[in-house]
Protein backbone atom coordinates (compact mmCIF):
# COMPACT_ATOMS: atom_id res chain seq x y z
CA UNK A 1 0.00 0.00 0.00
CA UNK A 2 1.00 3.42 -0.81
CA UNK A 3 0.10 6.49 1.71
CA UNK A 4 -2.00 8.77 0.08
CA UNK A 5 -0.30 12.81 0.89
CA UNK A 6 -2.33 15.32 2.75
CA UNK A 7 -3.89 17.93 1.60
CA UNK A 8 -1.39 20.84 0.84
CA UNK A 9 1.19 18.01 -0.82
CA UNK A 10 2.88 19.99 -3.77
CA UNK A 11 3.84 17.37 -6.71
CA UNK A 12 5.18 17.20 -9.93
CA UNK A 13 3.61 14.23 -12.07
CA UNK A 14 4.99 12.10 -14.37
CA UNK A 15 5.99 14.08 -18.26
CA UNK A 16 4.69 17.13 -16.38
CA UNK A 17 6.33 20.54 -16.05
CA UNK A 18 4.15 22.56 -13.88
CA UNK A 19 3.67 21.36 -10.06
CA UNK A 20 0.41 20.44 -8.44
CA UNK A 21 -0.98 21.12 -4.88
CA UNK A 22 -3.41 18.18 -4.09
CA UNK A 23 -6.26 19.86 -2.79
CA UNK A 24 -8.77 16.83 -2.08
CA UNK A 25 -9.14 12.94 -2.41
CA UNK A 26 -11.12 9.70 -4.00
CA UNK A 27 -12.89 12.01 -6.02
CA UNK A 28 -15.28 10.87 -8.94
CA UNK A 29 -15.04 11.77 -13.00
CA UNK A 30 -17.51 13.35 -13.99
CA UNK A 31 -17.17 12.04 -17.43
CA UNK A 32 -16.90 8.75 -16.12
CA UNK A 33 -18.98 8.04 -13.14
CA UNK A 34 -16.84 4.51 -12.61
CA UNK A 35 -13.60 6.61 -12.60
CA UNK A 36 -12.49 7.83 -9.15
CA UNK A 37 -8.87 9.27 -8.83
CA UNK A 38 -6.80 9.21 -5.82
CA UNK A 39 -6.62 13.19 -5.82
CA UNK A 40 -7.67 16.55 -7.41
CA UNK A 41 -5.47 19.14 -6.89
CA UNK A 42 -4.80 22.59 -8.90
CA UNK A 43 -1.35 24.26 -10.37
CA UNK A 44 0.97 25.46 -8.17
CA UNK A 45 1.03 28.27 -7.02
CA UNK A 46 -1.91 29.43 -8.68
CA UNK A 47 -4.16 27.82 -6.54
CA UNK A 48 -7.76 27.50 -8.07
CA UNK A 49 -8.72 30.15 -10.35
CA UNK A 50 -11.16 28.54 -11.95
CA UNK A 51 -13.86 25.29 -11.27
CA UNK A 52 -12.55 23.69 -14.48
CA UNK A 53 -9.03 24.04 -14.01
CA UNK A 54 -9.45 21.33 -11.52
CA UNK A 55 -6.84 18.35 -11.99
CA UNK A 56 -7.76 14.78 -11.45
CA UNK A 57 -4.80 12.18 -11.33
CA UNK A 58 -3.80 8.87 -9.54
CA UNK A 59 -1.03 8.23 -7.26
CA UNK A 60 0.61 6.47 -9.33
CA UNK A 61 1.12 9.76 -11.73
CA UNK A 62 3.34 11.30 -9.37
CA UNK A 63 6.57 12.08 -10.33
CA UNK A 64 8.53 13.93 -7.63
CA UNK A 65 6.85 15.46 -4.15
CA UNK A 66 8.34 19.09 -3.41
CA UNK A 67 6.27 19.43 -0.04
CA UNK A 68 4.06 17.20 1.90
CA UNK A 69 1.49 19.06 3.39
CA UNK A 70 0.63 19.76 7.43
CA UNK A 71 -0.70 17.27 9.39
CA UNK A 72 -1.75 16.86 12.84
CA UNK A 73 -3.81 14.63 15.06
CA UNK A 74 -7.00 15.31 13.31
CA UNK A 75 -5.39 14.78 9.78
CA UNK A 76 -3.75 11.42 11.09
CA UNK A 77 -7.48 10.00 11.75
CA UNK A 78 -8.54 11.27 8.64
CA UNK A 79 -5.79 9.74 6.66
CA UNK A 80 -6.45 6.66 8.12
CA UNK A 81 -10.06 6.39 7.34
CA UNK A 82 -9.09 7.86 3.74
CA UNK A 83 -6.69 5.20 3.10
CA UNK A 84 -8.96 1.88 3.92
CA UNK A 85 -11.59 3.80 1.76
CA UNK A 86 -8.69 4.16 -0.62
CA UNK A 87 -7.65 0.43 -0.17
CA UNK A 88 -11.14 -0.34 -0.83
CA UNK A 89 -11.70 1.57 -4.13
CA UNK A 90 -8.02 0.30 -5.22
CA UNK A 91 -9.38 -3.30 -4.91
CA UNK A 92 -12.37 -2.41 -7.04
CA UNK A 93 -10.00 -1.24 -10.02
CA UNK A 94 -8.21 -4.68 -9.89
Known sequence: M???YPIGTVVL???ANKRIMINGFLTIDGNDPNKVYDYNG???PEGCISSDQTLLFDHEQIDKVYWIGYSDQENVEFM???NEAWEEQNKKKK
Do not use: A, E, F
Open 2 to 4: KKL
Open 42 to 44: VMY
Open 13 to 15: LKG
Open 80 to 82: QRL
